[in-house]
């Protein structure tokens, strides 16, 4: 897996450009006033706080996993700790997180993926006056979000407990988002039929965001799919995460962007 995430990097440094390689307004405006500008600092000091909060706390649970499994964890007995630093939203991906919902102001946001809830925390963050919504299949691990977001006052998440395919249709039936975080489930199919579900609720200025879209050749194959499906009309991939809009009068484009 390493190898192949790194020959993926390698791949994408050659294919990747800046700022200076983009030919689309909307996206040159994206990465000029958006992925490269200075974030918040406040929101930040608030991220951290709560990233810490979570490092800081040793506690065991047991996890019901639903994805692909850890390649780090070796059973399912796991330290809040370890799951907060190993599976949590990064520093840098919670930095760029906040610049781009400061950027789209979307108010009505998904999560597919909760885990002990950094992602979510940062998206609040981001937005305080977006109603977001949450899924997490582990029980134990909703535990552990709920009441960090109670402790934190983040009282505008909704967190959803259960397995995906059976939380998701509901959650979505006859609702329009204007972002999806997708970070729950690292393969093909599932990625997929997330993917096609949500496609019902999304709207002219609609932003999917793809978690590790290079983490394994079955997600990349998955990738290209979400890329041809007609109702794409653009993406840029920074590698780590896959962009997707649904913008009718932009021509069909992808981009491969360092961020």
């Known amino acids: 897996m390493e190898w192949f995430k790194i020959r993926s990097f390698i791949t994408f440094l050659l294919t990747s450009t800046d700022r200076h390689g983009v030919h689309s307004p909307f996206v040159y405006h994206l990465v000029t006033k ?15 706080k709560i990233r810490k909060s979570l490092y800081s706390n040793h506690k065991s649970i047991t996890i019901t996993d639903f994805g692909k499994g ?13 799951i907060a630093k190993i599976a949590g939203i990064s520093k840098k991906r919670s930095a760029l997180l906040i ?11 998904l999560e597919i993926g909760t885990s002990v809830g950094l992602g979510a925390s940062v998206l609040s963050i981001g937005n305080p006056e977006a109603d977001i919504v949450t899924l997490e299949g582990c029980e134990n691990t909703a535990q552990v979000a709920k009441k960090l977001f109670k402790t934190n006052h983040l009282d505008k998440i909704q967190l959803v407990v259960g397995n995906f395919k059976d939380t998701l249709p509901s959650v979505v039936k006859d609702k329009q988002f204007d972002l999806i975080y997708f970070d729950g489930n690292h393969q093909k199919n599932a990625t997929l039929d997330y993917f096609n579900l949500c496609l019902e609720t999304v709207h002219n200025d609609s932003i999917f965001i793809f978690d590790d879209i290079n983490w394994s050749s079955e997600m990349q194959l998955a990738w290209e799919e979400i890329k041809n499906n007609p109702k794409v009309t653009m993406t840029i991939n920074t590698f780590y995460w896959g962009f997707v809009f649904f913008r009718r009068e932009q021509e069909k484009q992808h981009f491969t962007i360092r961020v």
């Open 70 to 82: 850890s390649a780090v964890f070796k059973n399912n007995e796991r330290k809040v700790s370890d």
């Open 99 to 109: 610049r781009v919902i400061d950027y789209f102001n979307p108010k009505k946001i």
């Open 34 to 48: 958006c992925f490269n500008v200075k974030i918040n600092p406040s929101k930040m000091v608030a991220v951290n």
